[in-house]
């Protein structure tokens, strides 16, 4: 299954403007709130150095592309309906938009840093940006509160019968969080708390429900129209900003990296995504040229579009995955001669027979012991992988 980063923040910000940038789809856009309803899923790309030049070969990728050594990865991206305060209140919309974002393994809260949209994305000046962090997060730890104190009416009505663990009740009711119960525990004890919701104030409730939330949703802020008149000033401002020190925040230009890449489309410039910079292939009018110099001027100053970026820091910083090429140690042809055709994106730490498991089954069931391609050299089960290693998994199966 491929890693899901799903789009988040509320209307009018560019999430669906990014999500066709970022897959080369063509979903509507629009400067009116709720032009997106239903969510979209496309292909999306991490870009990772491709291994097949340190052997001196050429990579035949089956899945994505390859381009001057730079590997690209699919991976799915969901653009989703616009959040508004208080949907979480509209039964319906609110609980639709939320299941849609369970899917996710990691957010990208796009936020319009122009300040020319207001709380429910229609037109304004000077609306600050950090309104509209807080209370996305907000939205989203209401959620999880609501389900958390589910999850702690059912130990407390089941522990009046028998014996019942907190962290087993919690996993459950949010199954869907995809979170187990040994992390909820570590969750709660790390939260500084008992195992016994009946010592916990409200607002305590609030902050496990919000640690689960930042466990199983990371989430990093993409700082989107980096290309109007206010945004700089207003990203200055919260870069600044104490409060706001501890994310991620990342500018972007999703109509930029629109243009170019449909530019490249039409063999105007040759851009890959996530370049600080693209060639100009034919002359073009005036116009295009005064458009393509205010882009290549907003490249030389964030060191791209921000958009490949946004999705590298998603997966890699705050999800922890790396990649790894599965190759054989006697060549790194598979059997039809193609090089390197695949490569794994996986938490960093797993170990060689998680990636056996990563790959098929069946590999990890009959594990016997992996290969290091690079250093040549035999690993066990639980020697742990690195970013962009070369394993050959040995299976009986
Ligand atoms: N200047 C500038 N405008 C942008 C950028 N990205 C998007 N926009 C504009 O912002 C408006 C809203 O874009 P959408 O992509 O439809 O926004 P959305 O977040 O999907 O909105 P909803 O579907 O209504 O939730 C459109 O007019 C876009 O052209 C950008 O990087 N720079
Ligand atoms: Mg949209």
């Known amino acids: 299954m491929p890693y899901k980063i799903g789009l988040v923040g509320k209307p009018s910000v560019g999430k669906s403007t990014f999500f066709n940038a970022a897959t080369m789809n063509s979903v509507d856009e629009g400067n009116y709130p709720f032009t997106t309803i239903d969510p979209s899923v496309g292909e ?98 209401r959620w999880y509160l609501e389900i958390l104190e589910k999850g702690v009416e059912r130990f407390e009505s089941k522990r009046q019968k028998k014996e019942v663990k907190l962290e087993e009740e919690l996993a459950e009711q949010m199954s869907a969080f995809r979170i187990g119960k040994n992390r909820i525990k570590r969750v709660i004890l790390e939260t500084g708390l ?14 496990v429900a919000r640690e689960i939330r930042l466990e199983t949703k990371p989430m990093i802020i993409a700082a989107n129209k980096m290309d109007k008149e206010k945004s700089q000033e207003n990203l200055e401002e919260i870069r600044s900003d104490p409060e706001y020190e501890h994310l991620d925040i990342v500018p972007v230009s999703a109509h930029a990296e629109k243009a170019l890449k449909n530019a490249d489309e039409k063999d105007v410039l040759d851009y890959t995504p996530g370049a600080e910079g693209f060639e100009m292939n034919e002359e073009v009018s005036e116009e295009q040229r005064k458009a393509l110099e205010k882009i290549e001027e907003f490249l030389d ?34 059997r039809h001669g193609n090089i390197l055709p695949d490569v794994f994106l996986l938490p960093e730490g797993s170990d060689a027979q998680d990636f056996a498991y990563t790959i098929h089954s069946d590999l990890g069931e009959g594990f016997i012991h992996g290969i290091d391609v690079r250093e040549n050299q035999q690993i066990g089960s639980d020697t742990e992988l690195s970013h962009l290693d070369v394993v050959e998994i040995v299976s009986s199966n």
Not at 198 to 207: I, P
Request: aromatic share 8%; hydrophobic share 35%; charged share 30%.
């Open 301 to 334: 100053e964030f060191g791209g579009t921000g958009v490949q970026k946004s999705l590298e820091k998603a997966l890699f910083e705050e999800l922890g995955l790396m990649a790894v090429f599965p190759g054989g140690a006697d060549g790194l042809g598979d």
């Open 194 to 207: 008992e195992m016994d919701p009946d010592t916990w104030d409200q607002d305590q409730r609030k902050k």
């Open 44 to 141: 999306a790309y991490a870009r990772v150095e491709c291994a097949a030049p340190d052997f001196g070969e050429t990579c035949d990728p089956r899945n994505g592309f390859c381009v001057e050594g730079n590997r690209f990865v699919p991976v799915k991206l969901v653009d989703v309906a616009g959040l508004i305060p208080g949907a979480h209140d509209v039964k319906g919309l609110g609980n639709k938009f939320l299941s849609d974002l369970n899917e996710a393994d990691v957010l990208i809260h796009v936020v319009d840093f122009s300040g020319e949209t207001d709380i429910e994305g229609e037109p304004t000046e000077g609306h600050d940006p950090r309104e509209d962090i807080d209370f996305l997060e907000e939205e989203l730890d």
